[in-house]
Each structure stands twice: as C-alpha cells, then as structure tokens.
C-alpha cells in the first residue's frame, strides 16, 4: 500500500508519523495522580476514567465540578461573541488538511481566522504554504502574493506532536494568539481559531489538553472554546489503510516518519530528542489502522475529501465512517473545497465531542447504534432490527423501554416480573420464574442490528456475567489482530470450542466497549479492538461497588441506566434471592462488513457466551463475591489491562 498521494515517491518524499503516546503528557499524569490520591484517601482506586467521564461531560447529564460546570454553560451557545471557537483540524497523513485550510484562508468571508499549524518535522512546511510561500523540493522558499488566503494571525508548532510531545506548548500558542489579537483593532481581532494537528495527532489526546486546561482554572480558557473536531480523510486510501495492519515502525516503514532521506538522517543524528522515545526501538506503538479509526470516531465532522480519486463507490466509505462514528456530519470534497465555512468554524456551538469523554463517546455511540433501529411496525426487511423490549427489572434506558402502565393490557408485555423481549432472547430476572422459553443468565438486545448497503454492519453484544479470561482470549485470537492478544494456548477445557463460529471475528474492523472479566468483581474495563490492535483498559471501578452517596448527583440517572435494577445493593447482591450486578456488564459494539446479519450476529452471540461463566463458575465467582484476590488467582487474566487516564 503507496502512502497517499503525493508523499508516495520512495525514499524521496517521506512523511514522519508516530502514534502519539498519551503517557508522555505531563498535566495529565499529574491529574491522574491527584484524581488516584484523592480516591485512595477515600479507600478507593484506580477511579479516575469514571470521574473524568463527569468532568468532561457537563452540558448533558453529568454536572459535576460546578468550575467547569459553569465555564462550559458560559462557553455554549451562541450568546457569548467574546468567548472564540476554536476548530481543530485531523486527519492522516496526506488526508487533505492544508488544502482545507488555505481553502477557508482563501474564502474567509470576512471572518479573522487566527490559525496554528502543527508538524511533527523540524521544518514546517504546512505552515510555509499556509503563509502564502511556495516551498520548492530543496527547501527554498518564494513568497506568493497571495494575500487574500493569509491567515489573520499564525503560530507554527513544529519539531513534535502537538497532541503529547509538545502538547504543553499547544496551549501556550493559543494564548499567543490571543494576545496578538488584544493588540489588533477592534474589527481586526480575531474570531476563530484553526488548528491544523500532524497528521499522527490523535484528536482525544487534543481534547484532554482543553479539558486539563478548563479544569484547572486556566484563564486562557475564559476566552477561548474547543468547539468543533474535524476529521479529513483521503476517500481515495481510507479503506485500505483501515484493513492494514502496517504498523507505525520507523525501521520498516521510514516513509511515513520522514519527509525526505536527509531529513531522515538529520533526525537520526538527533534522536535524543524526546518526542521520539515515545516507545522502545523506534517503534511507536501502534497501527496507522488505530489511528484512522480514533481520527475517526473523535470529530464532530468528517470530511472526505479526493473524491475525485475515489477508486470504488463513495457510498462504502461513507457508511464506513458512518459505522464509525454515528454523530458526525460527513461532507464530500475535492482539495478541501467546502461550500460553506459555518459546517466547520463554530458548528457545535460548544456542545460537540469536545465536552465529551471516552465513556461518553461509546455511550453516545450505543445510543445512536440503537436509535438506528428500525421503528416501522409494517417494515418487512430483515436487514433493520425491529426488536422492542420490556424490562420492568432493568433500568436501561438505552436498551430496553419499560412499561409503567398499571392498566396496560397489552400481553406482550409482562406485568409480573421481568423480561426482555428483544427479537432474538428474552431475558428474566424473576428469580421464581419457570418458564422454559425465559432466558434466565444473561440478556441481550439485538434491537442495533443493522446493515448499511455496503455491508458494514453493527452490533451490540449484551451479557449480565463476567467473561472466563482463559475463554476470551481464545476467541480474541480470532479478531484479525496482531498486537494484544496473548498467543498461548490455554487449557482446553477452558478454550472454546466452536472454532468455526469463532471465524466470525476475522471480519470485525473495530469493536469496543465495556467488558467484565473474571478475575475482578471491582475493575470496570475497557475492550478497544481496532483494525490489527487490541487493547484492554481499566476505566476505573464499576459505579456499583461505591455507596451511592459517593455519585456525583447530577450523574445519578445516567448511572442507575447501566443498572439491571434500581435498588441493586453490592453488600447483599449474590446472596438469597437477589443476584442482580449493578452495573456489571458487557456491552460491546462490533463493527465490520457482513457483522448486520443475522447469522453473524447469532455467531458472534453464541462465542461470547460460551466464554461467559457457566452455572458452576457463577457459583463459585459468587462465592467469592468480595474476595478480589481469590478471583484473581482462580480467574487468571493474562491479558494486559493499561489504565485508561480518560
Ligand atoms: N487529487 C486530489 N489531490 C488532493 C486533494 N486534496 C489534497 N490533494 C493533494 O494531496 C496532497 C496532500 O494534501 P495536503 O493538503 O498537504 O494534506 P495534509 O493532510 O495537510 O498532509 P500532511 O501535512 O502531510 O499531513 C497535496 O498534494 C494536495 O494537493 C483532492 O481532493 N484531490
């Protein structure tokens, strides 16, 4: 696979790229210390993923830390003129970025567009044609007379990645900015401010250094908003490249790490420059498949642009980004050429990604894989999911809509106790009931199946027991992945056996989500699969394990939906006639062509629940209920769980 474009001319025209590595920011540790300090005083852990999914998400439900609370209301909206948005613009290397940019220089509209121009490399070549300088293949330079597309203000960060290398000084260029704009007149201060990130930046880690910078009081963050994440993707490689599993490694692929050979020397020689230490040899951590995928998934706006290259149909690579990421709007271009600045300068008004955080990406994610449901009574097609469920026992709102009427005389619905009639598995947490035809183990909902018609499906996988790790992790062999998954083998008795079921998996591009494994009743993590890569996180712990004293209020709803049921109590939780979980759970979206139907489903269902606990296992997993040693040691997870900051 040639790098896009024009950087493809080997050995001449290399590009440096690196997956950016999230631990090399230094604000972040540091909150990631106080956040742990401040819950082991209280004898709590590892808690901070759930705490910064409160931090970062006020403007919906979760209000938490009042500073920011009110910082982020005062920042929304169109109201404040004063407060200016800033848009960041993302996208792989070659995607289209720069020719975005000088295309809303060019046509400006009259606004004062400030701009800051991120390159990894020691020359920052973005920036040059971004001023209006033609840059030559040896490095010279001329100036173009080009003054309508020249920025109202530039800032050039280079010699690193702004997203953690030289993320600190990321924000000290915005300030920059803004003090040059206090010196303009007052119709010449600047409106918008556009970042264009390297072509490795990753977009979370450009959101995390606002929402660092708002939740310790930056003034900085008084004047200025992250508003609108834009993604520009190259129609022409995306495909490709997401089914690659190439990974960013200098020794192997140098062409995407250096724009040309000298360049490449010149960084050899000083390669005692921090940004490159990022991971050991050379190799910096991950696939270019992940990276495309997180660009992704984190923009309020994707843009395909080269459609003009475009070698098979727009439409598959729409509903792949589309799979992707629900929320986005998605534009088409050529050369970055959009019509209309508003669908990216200031498009969310405060209110897009950018106030988000990982738990809220995947939540809002179910929820827009769910509401694709289809809702036509008279609909006939297959492909749509037409399931509906009740529960009177559980309290996801998400999943399942529970019938409150005391009149209701509808006999698909039960009134005596609790079912999930999802089209495919009825679920019952009636403890006494009999019924056969009653699942009595686990739930799923299959109401966010869907097939869009180039076949990338979804689906969301649902179960109420942990998973036996030895089990999960033969089937983790089968996703197309070659990094984060143990290779040995495992007892037999404890691998699952339906090899041929388990083939399924070969055709997932990215799953994710919440997942419990069974060597802890506390840790709450993460599955991130994307393209050759997979990784498990530790968000935290399961909000079920805290004294609901200890909830933030305004997340109390939002939290008591992931519960199977209202009064769950952990203390009392496995004994008697009460085995509810709290919010425990799997819940875990897989996205790759053919993953819509029916039959892949149904596969994919029937492995993940061979890898649950059985009866005996959930009696013994019972009995130790609070013993997390014990569960460690009976449940061994090989698996390496990284502790996800945010
Ligand atoms: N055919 C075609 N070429 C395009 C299009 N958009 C951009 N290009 C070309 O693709 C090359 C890369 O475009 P850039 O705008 O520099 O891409 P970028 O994302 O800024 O690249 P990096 O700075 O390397 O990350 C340039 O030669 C552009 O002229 C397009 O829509 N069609």
């Excluded at 260029?173 to 803004?178: D, F, T």
């Excluded at 009064?567 to 790759?592: K, L, M, Y």
Aim: with cysteine; net charge negative; charged share 25%.
């Amino acid at each position: 696979m040639p790098p896009p474009n024009h950087h493809s001319a080997p050995q001449q025209t290399y590009h440096r790229v690196f997956h950016c590595n999230p631990t090399m920011r230094l604000p972040q540790s540091i909150l990631h210390l106080v956040l742990v300090v401040m819950f082991r005083s209280q004898g709590m852990l590892c808690f901070t993923a759930q705490v910064s999914k409160h931090l970062s998400r006020p403007s919906s439900k979760n209000r938490w830390l009042p500073n920011i609370q009110t910082r982020l209301f005062s920042m929304s909206g169109d109201g404040d003129n004063n407060i200016i948005p800033i848009t960041v613009l993302s996208g792989f290397l070659g995607a289209g970025k720069t020719s975005l940019l000088q295309h809303m220089l060019q046509e400006n509209e009259g606004k004062k567009i400030a701009v800051i121009v991120n390159d990894v490399a020691s020359v920052n070549i973005d920036s040059k044609l971004v001023r209006g300088q033609s840059v030559s293949a040896d490095g010279d330079e001329s100036q173009r007379s080009d003054e309508d597309a020249t920025p109202a203000g530039i800032v050039e960060l280079q010699n690193g990645c702004a997203c953690c290398s030289i993320s600190g000084e990321l924000l000290s260029s915005v300030s920059e900015l803004m003090t040059l704009s206090d010196l303009r007149q007052e119709d010449e201060k600047f409106d918008h401010i556009v970042i264009e990130m390297s072509g490795v930046a990753e977009p979370r880690s450009v959101r995390n250094i606002f929402q660092e910078a708002m939740m310790y009081n930056m003034p900085l963050m008084d004047r200025v908003r992250l508003d609108t994440l834009v993604t520009v993707v190259d129609c022409s490689t995306y495909m490709d490249y997401l089914k690659s599993k190439r990974l960013a490694d200098v020794e192997e692929s140098p062409e995407l790490y250096y724009r040309n050979e000298q360049e490449r020397q010149q960084t050899e020689e000083e390669n005692d420059s921090d940004w490159m230490q990022g991971s050991p040899e050379g190799s910096l951590g991950g696939g270019v498949c992940d990276l495309i995928v997180e660009q992704t998934e984190v923009a309020d706006v994707v843009l395909l642009n080269k459609v003009d290259l475009l070698p098979g149909q727009l439409s598959d690579v729409e509903e792949l980004v589309a799979a992707l990421n629900p929320r986005a709007k998605i534009l088409t271009t050529k050369f970055g050429k959009i019509d209309n600045l508003d669908e990216i300068l200031a498009y969310t008004k405060g209110q897009g990604v950018a106030i988000d955080g990982v738990v809220d990406d995947h939540k809002d994610f179910v929820k827009a894989a769910d509401a694709q449901n289809c809702s036509d009574p008279d609909c006939t097609d297959e492909s749509h999911g037409h399931s509906h469920s009740h529960s009177h026992g559980s309290h996801s709102s998400d999943e399942s809509t529970t019938c409150t009427d005391p009149d209701c005389s509808d006999e698909t619905h039960s009134h005596e106790h609790s079912h999930n009639h999802s089209s495919e598995s009825t679920t019952c947490t009636d403890p006494d009931c009999s019924d056969d035809t009653h699942s009595h183990e686990h739930s799923h909902d299959h109401s966010s199946e869907k097939t869009t018609h180039a076949g990338i499906g979804t689906y969301v996988y649902r179960a109420r027991r942990p998973f036996h790790p030895t089990r999960l992790i033969s089937v983790l062999q089968h996703l197309p992945v070659v990094r984060g998954v143990p290779k040995e083998e495992g007892q037999s008795s404890t691998r699952v056996t339906n090899d041929s079921d388990a083939q399924v998996f070969k055709q997932v591009l990215r799953s994710k989500g919440f997942t419990w494994t069974a060597d802890s009743n506390v840790k709450a993590n993460y599955w991130s699969h994307s393209g050759s890569s997979f990784e498990l996180q530790c968000l935290g712990r399961w909000w079920a394990t805290l004294p609901q004293d200890m909830w933030p209020d305004e997340a109390r709803e939002s939290i008591l939906s992931d519960f199977d049921v209202a009064d769950h109590n952990d203390e009392t939780a496995t004994t008697g006639s009460n085995v509810s979980v709290g919010d425990r759970r799997q819940e875990i979206v897989f996205i790759g062509p053919g993953i819509g139907s029916v039959d892949s489903q149904t596969k994919v269902e029937s492995v993940l629940d061979s890898c649950l606990l059985n009866d005996d296992e959930w009696d013994d997993f019972c009995n130790k209920w609070s013993n997390e040693a014990a569960l460690m040691s009976a449940y061994e997870n090989t698996l390496n769980t990284r502790m996800l900051t945010y």
